[in-house]
């Protein structure tokens, strides 16, 4: 059974009480909720995990190698734009991955545009309000599967 690892980055926590004109209305726990469905479904192992500190967030990127995972969906969140660390993990441990963002991030503020992750990832998917997170999913598990025939 493949290993996906999702990991919402710094302030997702908040996610259906910040900004809903931005971000919705929808808890993370929804969110996961309905994922956690997606994967039953698509007979995948599916862990979720939320960290607001960029150390909490490198270590779950280096557990990763030694706990299987096979997939990382990402939403770094706010490191997005600054977190050389984040990346060089994601680098080194070189577990395909899919950066997601529930905003547009291309039509906000200029300093959003750039990511730090996106040249490494297998794509990336974001406007799509919690949606995202599902395209992502669904993204990884193709993946997955052109890899395991």
Do not use: W
Not at 38 to 59: F, G, R, T
Not at 70 to 81: Q, S
Not at 123 to 136: N, V
């Amino acid at each position: 059974m493949s290993k996906i690892l999702l990991i919402h980055g710094p302030n997702l926590n908040l996610l259906g009480t910040r900004e809903p004109d931005v971000y919705g209305g929808e808890s993370l726990a929804d969110v996961n909720r309905r994922l956690e469905g997606l994967a039953q479904d698509a007979n995948v192992s599916l862990v979720c995990h939320q960290e607001n500190s960029e150390l909490a967030l490198l270590q779950l990127i280096h557990g990763a190698l030694e706990t299987g995972v096979d997939f990382i969906i990402f939403n770094p969140a706010a490191y997005t734009h600054t977190s050389v660390v984040l990346r060089d993990a994601l680098a080194a441990v070189q577990i395909p991955f899919v950066e997601v963002h529930i905003s547009n991030v291309h039509s906000r503020e200029d300093f959003r545009r750039h990511s730090y992750f996106s040249d490494l990832s297998v794509g990336t998917i974001s406007g799509f309000g919690t949606l995202s997170y599902d395209l992502a999913f669904r993204a990884a598990v193709s993946h997955l599967e052109k890899l395991n025939p």
